[in-house]
């Protein structure tokens, strides 16, 4: 019975160990990066990175995806609303991988790296133990934390020093931002949202090194790369091609086609105002309503959450968080208004004339689409002023 007990305890012994030990790859596995194109949705605009794994000697076709998050997760709607989304890496078959790009109408290019047999065992290892509950989430930060931030710095880690990444240019150096603008409409609402919700941070000029968050900039980054005495990326091909298809645009749903007539419209009924000597509360209502409330909101990312990108945004200036509180004034009938308000609105004046000062010295660029609202709300406000002036003598 002894013996019995021995020989089985010997046998799970040899089990937890061959099972502890980490899988190796063939010499005949390939590790490479996929990237993939852009999609429909906003947050598929920018494309994707992820590694792939072949060892058809293992039956080992897996993709390691660090662009995966759960949406019923615990809290994911408040972190991702307060800038501390979690992310992770997943594994999945490529050939699962690359039917949902398939059904998106996405291209998916792989690039293989050019790597010895020590080398592809130990990327193997750390995506394998990156892989493990305890080891797969992290913070995601779109700018320096997400799926294509993830390739340079995995492989920096893996490979060491003899990898080299270049991160000087010739040329000017693009911002955030404008790469950013490169994968978006420029006369849309998310273009125009991207620049109205991001601040000063996003116009740093940055290296190639730091372009690599944009997925798209990261086969050209590879492939100006060398690991040691050779290059990092031994050839690169296409796996699926895209069906071009083209967007149907219709100028009457863009930003500028709404603020262009929110333009007219104040024009219109200021010069009514004028010419009967009226205020029309209504329209003073919906400007300062919606400059506070987009304010607050500006307000809400820069000082609240830990959006990074959403700090030093200076359109605060013009969507200024007081306005909500200004409504109450506005909106009241009669001539009454507080001797303060005259002050308030040359001060809101000042504030649109300081958004365009840090637009000329470089400081924020904001959307050329703001243009057309800031004129909008200087005719509102420069009217508001004079009429205030005109029938309280004594604020003269």
Partial sequence: MRLKHSLILVFLWISFCGFGQPRQLSPNAKISVITCGPGQELYTSFGHNAFRVQDQTQGIDWVYNYGTFNFNAPGFYLNF??????????????????????FENRWVSEQLLALDQ???????????ENRKPENRSYTYDYLYDNCSTKIPEVLKKVLGEQLVIPEDSQGPKPSFRDLIRENLKSNSWSSFGIDL?????IDKKINLREQMF???????????????????????RTILEATTVSSGFYFTTSPLFWFVLLLVFTMIISYIDVKNDVRSRWLDLFLFLLTGSVGLLIFFLWFITDH?????????????PLNLVACYYVIRKGKEFPHWFTKY?????????????????????????????????ATRYLFLYNYLRKIQPALR
């Fill in 81 to 102: 609303t307060l800038g501390r989304p979690l992310f992770s890496l997943s594994v999945s078959k490529f050939s699962d991988f690359l039917y949902s790009y398939q």
């Fill in 118 to 128: 020590d080398e592809k065992n130990a990327l193997f290892r750390f995506l394998e």
């Fill in 197 to 201: 919700a991001l601040g000063a941070v």
């Fill in 214 to 236: 944009i997925p798209l900039k990261v086969p050209a980054q590879l492939d100006n790369s060398s690991l040691g005495n050779k290059v990092l990326v031994d050839r690169g």
């Fill in 308 to 320: 990074s990108a959403a700090a030093l945004n200076f359109n605060i200036l013009w969507a200024f």
């Fill in 345 to 377: 609105l040359l001060g809101l004046m000042v504030m649109l004339g300081l958004v365009i000062l840090l637009w000329i010295i470089g400081i924020q660029s904001f959307s050329p689409i703001l243009t057309v609202l800031l004129i909008t709300l």
